[in-house]
């Protein structure tokens, strides 16, 4: 195999979630250019149907909140694809809300989709790869996971991160004598539609944001995906639990 090859997702079947937009998009589009038949799965199913239509890829319905539901876009993709060789965790939600007046409802959405969520798709991801002999599972999760991101308060974001980071650690040590491996990818402030509208909205975070990583910038969406492909790939082939921060800078201060 040279090394152009092992960076190739070449005749493999890669999943992604939350990828009707953003970061998740980006990552479907970039795996699919690697050569994989990419399965778009979101919750928003037109959303999905319209973002794989763009990049050639398939798509699928999937609430990751709801175990049943995961189960039900895993079936459908075996039934239409056949084996997963990859299954990439990407949906996630924050609310900036002060720990002190944040509801019970607010702190129970952040976690049940970044953290309940990602644990459901990977047990049945892992499941069907663990039953096969092998796969790549790859979580994101963040910078947040490692740092208290400031001035904007998000304590569930950050909490529910960390343990996306501790879930990819403890599945990798589980799995990997059977040929599963699950690493996560830590991005940092990302040029998605979202932050740039948070940016506009609030233009005294982006200056911090901005100030306090040494790149000077956000990363663009396909400086994260790029990150991912090379995890779902052989040339990434003795990495497993590792968690690879993506963050221009920011956590080095």
């Given at each position: 195999m040279t090394l152009i090859d092992k960076f190739s997702l070449q005749g493999r079947n890669v999943v992604v979630?939350?990828?009707?937009?953003?970061?998740?998009?980006?990552?479907?589009?970039?795996?699919?250019?690697?050569?994989?038949?990419?399965?778009?799965?979101?919750?928003?199913?037109?959303?999905?149907?319209?973002?794989?239509?763009?990049?050639?890829?398939?798509?699928?319905?999937?609430?990751?909140?709801?175990?049943?539901?995961?189960?039900?876009?895993?079936?459908?993709?075996?039934?239409?694809?056949?084996?997963?060789?990859?299954?990439?965790?990407?949906?996630?939600?924050?609310?900036?809300?002060?720990?002190?007046?944040?509801?019970?409802?607010?702190?129970?959405?952040?976690?049940?989709?970044?953290l309940d969520g990602t644990f459901w798709c990977c047990r049945e991801a892992g499941r069907h790869m663990l039953a096969q002999g092998g796969g790549t599972i790859v979580n994101i999760a963040s910078m947040s996971g490692l740092v208290s991101n400031h001035?904007?308060?998000?304590?569930?974001?950050?909490?529910?991160?960390?343990?996306?980071?501790?879930?990819t650690k403890s599945l990798a040590g589980e799995w990997a004598p059977r040929g599963v491996r699950v690493n996560s990818v830590s991005p940092g402030y990302t040029a998605t539609p979202l932050l740039e509208q948070v940016k506009l909205q609030k233009p005294e975070w982006a200056a911090i944001w901005d100030g306090d990583t040494p790149m000077g910038r956000s990363a663009q969406p396909s400086e994260v995906a790029s990150v991912v492909v090379f995890l779902l790939s052989d040339a990434s082939s003795y990495m497993t639990g590792s968690n690879v921060v993506v963050d221009g800078g920011f956590t080095v201060w």
């Amino acid at each position: 195999m040279t090394l152009i090859d092992k960076f190739s997702l070449q005749g493999r079947n890669v999943v992604v979630t939350g990828a009707a937009r953003g970061i998740g998009f980006e990552i479907a589009r970039s795996a699919q250019e690697a050569g994989a038949r990419v399965v778009v799965a979101d919750v928003e199913a037109k959303a999905g149907q319209a973002a794989a239509e763009e990049i050639g890829a398939g798509a699928v319905a999937i609430d990751v909140t709801d175990p049943a539901s995961v189960r039900a876009a895993l079936a459908a993709v075996e039934r239409d694809y056949g084996r997963v060789h990859g299954w990439v965790n990407n949906a996630g939600v924050v609310r900036n809300a002060p720990a002190e007046d944040m509801a019970d409802e607010d702190w129970r959405s952040v976690l049940t989709v970044n953290l309940d969520g990602t644990f459901w798709c990977c047990r049945e991801a892992g499941r069907h790869m663990l039953a096969q002999g092998g796969g790549t599972i790859v979580n994101i999760a963040s910078m947040s996971g490692l740092v208290s991101n400031h001035p904007q308060p998000q304590a569930a974001y950050n909490a529910s991160k960390a343990g996306v980071i501790m879930l990819t650690k403890s599945l990798a040590g589980e799995w990997a004598p059977r040929g599963v491996r699950v690493n996560s990818v830590s991005p940092g402030y990302t040029a998605t539609p979202l932050l740039e509208q948070v940016k506009l909205q609030k233009p005294e975070w982006a200056a911090i944001w901005d100030g306090d990583t040494p790149m000077g910038r956000s990363a663009q969406p396909s400086e994260v995906a790029s990150v991912v492909v090379f995890l779902l790939s052989d040339a990434s082939s003795y990495m497993t639990g590792s968690n690879v921060v993506v963050d221009g800078g920011f956590t080095v201060w």
